[in-house]
């Protein structure tokens, strides 16, 4: 049985805001006596050992008593930081602003989402004209602490009638209720088991969703869910006679969605059976009985309608053009040897949206935002000036509208909400944020480092203006490197705790990601999926070369896939960084697609069932099954008991695996959050309360004391 000791605090030499000590044995604190069964799988002749399998189990009474005793373990710690109620009184204290959503028009109101400061979930408001706003919806009312949100609204086109989606507990398993919005009273009952949905209304008559059949009880946050399914649901009659409308045994997919053109003419629907690339399909509504034509009939590339003008279909691709493109095609006769360029690709990936029929092009360059407006003809109108190098997302707006809002941010820059004249191009200040920080203080700059094999990286690297690169700054590195994602400039207030204290953000943008478009992610995909470890690896190195840092004042961070970066550059380099957090991660990769909708991502990971060479792969980069005995770095895994996308068996397992062969003397705790899933719907309490843990944490584990100077 491993232990650790919580640490004294005594001080020493100051460091920009943080102050250093000397580290002194207070108490042992033991973990658990994890047991360990006799389970083997054989892969390709391979025999894997599983012997933390039992944890699978999350409904099990005796996997519930391990997460009760490694909770105490982590809370045991954690309490025994003198600093901890410092750092969450300053959460308290910087998160206590008015937060607001850009608005949006419904009918004849408009609606805006607003959080006082430390309310646990953001309130919808609406308001006719400069009338006075007045509540819509509540979430903080739907349940008594705070872990049940609104997931989703949509409305019909002439906003009489709305359907929004909540969540409970965090899970993806969502409710849909419907209301009259003239006086907010329900409409029909309310429907359940939704997931991985949006809700496209049909005139008022009732809307289109997706859903799986619901695991059985003991499963239903780790049962696998296969066959999606596209229902229509008419209003007033009861979810039992929804009509399927796609997939199913028919038309096996894995991911279905659908939404309607603006006109409603046209029914939209994309099937998938992995997280990259699409069929595509379409019914035009407008003629009674049309059937669903196909449009594209593989998956190899991601393709969606966007927008239409009578027949003519708008399509958003990266078919033939890695970076994405826009073609027009007439409905009647839509496949891609018919589809005409509008905006061709360029070296910039190109994302869209349209409002005031207009196309806004939003461009990646270098992993930060540029863009440009054209008219539905495809000619370019003018380039959007933007306040400074960051991120811009929103312009979009209904076809009527005369202006449009985007929200600008970046690691330096708050998010303001900007109100933007679609005929003049002019932007003005809608709302600007209230959090309490001072832009002039600090600067973020990017820089490229080069990779294991030469690649060339970018990296964003922020800090208060005057940190001394002495080697010797506390560091957090964040990165994702997955799935097509990019990771763009934002604000996080938590954030401020570090640098605020003197410390460093650091964000490279790796491969597997989609900043550069589909060729940069699949170089980070299945057998190329080393990649973005040695991308990452890489960007630690950069720091302490350079000395923004060094080993000793170093902390990796990432969630989900990140989670799996994190967890498999500990295993490979254990000795790269003082602090690690893997968050919500992808940790057996051998089994991750046995749970929930996990097999969609073989796509980017490929399963040990694909071949020897895959499994081998995989088997050696695993970070479950990677870890060895050796000296780890200070680890706070955390998860949470309604994640339903990567089921928490994942962290309970690596944890465990990671508590067995700890062979030094820093902690390795798992925080288990309750009533909570993969992230989104959180309540403000909870995310205040991990983000201290993780703070406290770091600061207690290199030494260093926040605030002792402030």
Known sequence: MRSFYVASVASAAVLMGATAYAQA????????????????????????????????????????????????????????????????????????????????KEGKYTYFSKNTGLQSQSVL??????????????????????????????????????????SEGGSDWRKVIVLRTADKSIVGDTLKDVKFSGLAWKGNDGFYYSSYDKPKAGSQLAGLTQLHKLFYHKLGTPQATDKLIFGGE??????????????????????????????????????????????????????????????????????????????????????????????????????????????????????????????????KERAIVLPSVGTAGGFGAKKEEKETYYTFTSYIYPPTIFK???????????????VQFDPTKYESKQVFYNSKDGTRIPMIITYKKGVVLNGKNPT???????????????????????????????????????????????????????????????????????????????????GSNGGLLVGATMAQRPDLCKVAFPAVGVMDMLRYNKFTAGAGWAYDYGTAEDSKEMFDYLYKYSPYHALKPASYPATMVTTADHDDRVVPAHSFKFASRLQETQQGPAPVLIRIETKAGHGAGRSTAQVIGEQTDKWSFMFQNMGLTPYQNN
């Open 25 to 104: 044995p207070i108490k042992t604190l033991p973990y658990p006596q994890t047991k360990k069964v006799d389970t083997v799988t054989t892969y390709f002749g391979t025999k894997v050992a599983d012997p933390f399998r039992w944890l699978e189990n999350d409904q099990a009474p005796d996997t519930k008593d391990w997460v009760q005793q490694e909770n105490k373990v982590t809370q045991g710690y954690l309490t025994q930081i003198p600093f901890r109620e410092t750092v969450r009184k300053r959460l308290e204290t910087l998160w206590n602003y008015e937060k607001y959503s850009a608005p949006f």
């Open 125 to 166: 408001y609406r308001q006719v004209g400069a009338g006075a706003p007045e509540v819509f919806l509540d979430p903080n009312s739907f349940s008594k602490d705070g872990t049940t949100s609104l997931a989703g609204i949509n409305f019909t086109k002439d906003g009489s009638l709305a359907a929004y989606q909540i």
């Open 250 to 379: 028919k038309t096996p997919r894995r991911y279905i969605g659908a939404y309607l053109t603006e006109d409603q003419r046209f029914l939209v629907i994309s099937a998938a059976n992995t997280t990259t690339g699409n069929e595509l399909y379409f019914q035009d509504l407008s003629k009674l009985g049309s059937a669903i034509v196909q449009v594209v009939d593989n998956e190899k590339n991601n393709v969606d309608i966007f927008d239409n003008v009578g027949s003519k279909l708008y399509i958003f691709t990266n078919l033939n053009a890695p970076n994405n493109k826009v073609v027009t095609v007439d409905a009647a006769n839509p496949k891609p040897a018919n589809w005409k360029d509008l905006i061709p690709e360029t070296q910039n990936v190109l994302n869209v949206s349209t409002g005031g029929g207009k196309i806004f092009a939003n461009y990646l360059k270098d992993a930060t935002s540029l863009i440009e407006q054209y008219d539905m003809a495809g000619k």
């Open 420 to 434: 933007y004249d679609i005929a003049t191009g002019k932007s003005t200040v809608y709302k600007k944020s209230g």
């Open 476 to 558: 957090l590195l964040y990165a994702y490197g997955g799935f097509n994602a990019s990771i763009t400039p934002g604000f996080s207030t938590a954030n401020i705790v570090l640098l605020e204290n003197g410390g460093i953000y650091a964000v490279p943008n790796l491969r597997g990601g989609g900043e550069y478009g589909e060729k940069w992610h699949l170089a980070g995909t299945k057998l190329q999926k080393q990649n973005v470890f040695d991308d990452f690896i890489a960007a630690a190195e950069y720091l302490k070369t350079n000395k923004y840092t060094d080993t000793d004042h170093l902390a990796i961070s990432g």
